[in-house]
């Protein structure tokens, strides 16, 4: 079906937007889904040459839609900030978004704008001059898009996952927006205080990903921070240019953890895993649903890997929810008594 040319008629006629994002069934993980959305998106995002042309009368409806979008960032923003225009791009609830736009703007960074917005009238102002961020490690194909076709200047910092990652992510946008971070050690201090029962619980403990959501890297390196020790870090897909700076992070952790760099292994044949974790013995399996339950029935603790992309997981608060989610599993078997539910040959 040809969408691209159905969608233009369908609204005009009815009075909505519509967005096509073509999925091809080829994706290596379902959050790559998120990906083609949020790059369709961009396309419909006005920019700041179409919002100062003339009105050329092809839709109406939208084009009201773009102005009222252009009145409103007038209005919320307030007086002009002292650095170019900053979007950030990942779907993320809105207390956390929130929350990430909050800990930019005590370091003086004004957020001009969200990919996806809440509303299609909020989208935000996209052009030269404008730098945009991601917060999720699976938008490599919306990064892309920003730069090549909207024209946008990426910056290329860690995913706030973790008070490591959130420090590392909110530095590396003042450093490109010449801002001085100002009380960021002794935020992230703080937070790591607060986190010292769960630290105790997994510390000195290892952990297998097998691979499902490309979270993988961002959850191994606070991971490694918490003192545990990653086997193997099995990943879908791996873009090592988006994801450049989580991966010197990670081997900065490492380092200044004394803990072993990981193997990361992209697009893991599951067979050759299963060997691997029956080898290796690891306190808990980070792994998709069809994995979870045949391991568990071996003594290995699981985590399903889908629970990380639905939870908060991001900035310096939900730092917390990560390991919950990690100790579950292990506090669980502790308190039951659990070892193996299979006879040993």
Known sequence: ???????????????????????????????????????????RCPSFDSVRTKDTGSNSFVKNLLKSNLRGAKNTQGEDPKHPPLVLFGSLPSTVATQLTMELNRQGITVSGWLPSQRYADLPLLGEGVYVCGVNPFLSRTATTLMRRRRCKLIGAPFPIGPDGTRSWVEKICSVLNVEPQGLEEREASIWEGLQDYVDLVKGKSVFFMGDNLLEV?????????????????????????????????????????????????????YHQIQRIRELQPDLAITGMAHANPLEARGISTKWSVEF??????????????????????????????TSLVKPN
């Not at 994002?21 to 083609?36: I, K, M, P, S, V």
């Not at 988006?242 to 490492?254: G, M, R, S």
């Not at 390991?323 to 292990?330: A, D, G, N």
């Open 1 to 43: 079906m040809d969408l691209e040319g159905m969608a233009p008629q369908l609204e005009a006629e009815i009075g909505i937007p519509i967005v096509v994002a073509r999925a091809n069934g080829l994706d290596y993980a379902f959050t790559q889904g998120e990906d083609t959305v949020l790059a369709a998106m961009a396309h």
């Open 218 to 270: 961002s959850l191994a390196r606070f991971l490694i921070r918490c003192g545990m020790i990653v086997y193997e870090i099995g990943i879908p897909y791996m873009d090592k240019r988006f994801q450049a700076a989580e991966l010197e992070l990670l081997e900065k952790t490492c380092l200044e953890m004394g803990a072993p760099l990981p193997r990361i292994v992209e697009k893991p044949d599951n």
């Open 309 to 338: 992309t639905f939870a908060q997981i991001h900035g310096f608060t939900n730092s917390r929810d990560i390991l919950e989610l990690v100790t579950r599993p292990l506090r669980r078997n502790q308190s039951l008594g659990w």
